[in-house]
């Protein structure tokens, strides 16, 4: 059997825009899908930690070294600039290789979405 598990994310970074009139996704410095592991056009789920909001997307490439977090399309409507979010992805796996299975968590500064060094 197989079973969904968190296998990577990106711990409590910060909106920096919300598109509207955007086809829609998540756009995010390429600095913080590389530390994450994440793969452009990957599904995510944004967890908004202001209003609680639940949303999956998937990702876009943003301009690397900006701190770029952008909800766009429908997703605009559920997260403002300023709001603290966490970027989630899942993997399928086997039960036994799920429980000796570690994510990659990344804790990037709230204030900048830079990876710290």
Excluded: W
Excluded at 2 to 14: D, P, Q, S, Y
């Amino acid at each position: 059997m197989r079973i969904e598990v968190m296998r990577a994310k990106l711990h409590r970074i910060t909106v920096t825009e919300a598109d509207l009139n955007y086809i829609g996704s998540i756009t995010l410095d390429l600095d913080l899908i590389e530390a994450a592991g994440l793969v452009p056009g990957e599904k995510v789920q944004i967890v908004n930690c202001n209003n609680g909001e639940r949303i999956e997307t998937y990702v876009i490439e943003g301009q690397r070294g900006t701190g770029q977090v952008c909800l766009n399309g429908p997703a605009a409507r559920r997260c403002q600039p300023g709001d603290i979010v966490i970027v989630i992805a899942y993997g399928s796996m086997e039960i036994e290789a799920a429980r000796n299975f570690k994510p990659t968590v990344v804790f990037p500064d709230t204030a900048t979405n830079r990876i710290s060094a």
